[in-house]
């Protein structure tokens, strides 16, 4: 009897292949991040689809997500964040990418991208226990580690997904005068430069009796304690005085002329002790400043303190300054909105931090709070958080940075300079001009309606424009800052 061999069915075209890469997002909220990593994807020649890019590297538009999910995708990229983790598309289209690993018995077929603050305690139930990769330090770090996950589990390129593909998306798009442009272009950071304190002085403590060898609260100016080491710009009867008050006292001292002290250590792990002692020596004479100014403070995650402006500080919450191309501005720093019939009051905030290379800087950070009554901000991180992307979805760069120039035209003096004390008789000095650096290409970018190519003068009327709450005639900011928003969060 012949032996009977089966042959297997010819393969067919129509028989869809896993090849694609599938990006879920909240939209419109997550749209710029996604949008970011959808064009880094394909110029890396991975084939990935998203609905913001459609028919990127030739591939047609997916109509039905379900099948797309169901047959084509190879990974799912599940933009996490605290948007998507409540959204119902986001949520649906994970249930479904679980479904579809559970019954195909796919390996690490969901892939969560973390984006932002949203603790991993918080996050969807359907991603316990799946390891995502983090964007939210930095998204170069976050796209260089999923890339080698991507590699590591031997995704396959496609032609048609490649820096080419990519330009030719973008041209036709956002056309040629949009993104990066060969022309240089100045930018303002948030780096305010800081004049060297003459002397740090670095004293041994010990303590008469049994216990800890710590220093008593509220230091009258900034000192920072390392173990049995105390830093501080102030002379040493200065500190002794204060330390008399309890069980401590000095057992030796040494000072250095502090730009010295900060160049000459001896190797890498000496240099970044030196670096962090000096800034938190300036980061706490800033707070005790701001403290001194009558300004309330927020606690923030990393045991920094956020200023903040209340009603009243300032004649209608605005402050007047200079503007970026040398016209006067007004910005407010309390506003509100009215939310479900109730106000939602936002307090514009900033906290501050030291650099000591490439020069001695202050970095500040601007921040925004809400309150119900003008003055108490709320306790929960996550209301806070909420509000935040509510309330900030308009405010573009130049608005951020108006503001963080306000704040520091209303600390200065009439020289110019913003003067934190920091022993008896001695302050560092803080330029309210911060530092600038020169791109050799500018970028414009295609979200916004601000170009390049208009005048200084336009770009700045169309700035003062807040439409939150600026107006160039004061009589009426109050209307202004009062915008209805019945359907927010």
Known sequence: MPKTTFAAPPESSDIPQRDMLFLSHANPEDNEFTLWLALQLANEGYP???????????ERFWTNIERAIRTRTR????????????????????????????????????????????????????????????????????????????????????????????????????????????????????W????????????????????????PPTPPVPMYQDGISLFSFARTPEIESYLAQGEISIAD?????????????????????????????????????????????????????????????????????QGVYGKRADRAMIGYRTVRDQKRYWHFGFSCRAICRPTLAMVVKSHVLFSDDAKTVWESAKRLHRARRSQCRGWWNPIWRDRILA?????????????????????????????????????????????????????????????FDEMEDEDEADDVRGVDEEAAD
């Open 48 to 58: 990935v689809w998203c609905d913001l890019t459609k028919l990127l590297g030739g």
């Open 192 to 215: 305010f430069p800081v004049s060297d304190p003459p002397r740090l002085y670095v004293h041994t403590i010990k303590r008469s009796g049994i216990g800890l060898i710590e220093i």
């Open 253 to 321: 001292s040494a000072d250095f002329p502090c730009r010295k002290y900060l160049d000459e250590a001896p190797d890498e792990r000496a240099r970044r002790k030196r670096e962090s002692c000096v800034g938190n020596l300036l980061r706490i004479g800033w707070e005790q400043s701001m403290l001194a100014r009558k300004l309330p403070q927020h606690p923030l995650a990393n045991r920094a303190q956020c200023s903040y402006f209340t009603s009243g500080f300032a004649p209608k919450d605005t402050i007047r300054f």
């Open 407 to 467: 704040v520091a035209s209303w600390l200065s003096d009439e020289d110019g300079l913003i003067r934190v004390q920091v022993a008896e008789g001695l302050s560092v000095e803080i330029c309210r001009e911060p530092v600038r650096f020169v791109s050799p290409v500018s970028y414009t970018d295609p979200q916004t309606e601000t170009d390049s190519a208009l005048p200084p003068e336009a770009l700045e009327e169309d700035l003062e424009e807040d439409k």
């Open 75 to 190: 990974k799912f990229l599940y933009v996490l964040s605290a948007t998507s983790n409540e959204k119902d598309g986001p949520r649906q289209e994970l249930q479904l990418a679980q479904n579809v690993e559970r019954a195909e018995k796919l390996s690490d077929f969901i892939i969560p991208l973390h984006i932002d603050a949203l603790a991993f305690s918080d996050a969807n139930i359907l991603l316990q226990g799946i390891i995502g990769i983090s964007f939210k330090s930095s998204w170069q770090i976050g796209l260089a580690n999923l890339l080698k996950k991507l590699d590591d589990d031997a995704i396959p390129k496609k032609p048609g997904f490649s820096p080419a593909a990519v330009a030719s998306w973008w041209r036709d798009n956002h056309g040629p005068n949009r993104g990066v442009l060969d022309m240089p272009e100045e930018y303002r950071s948030n």
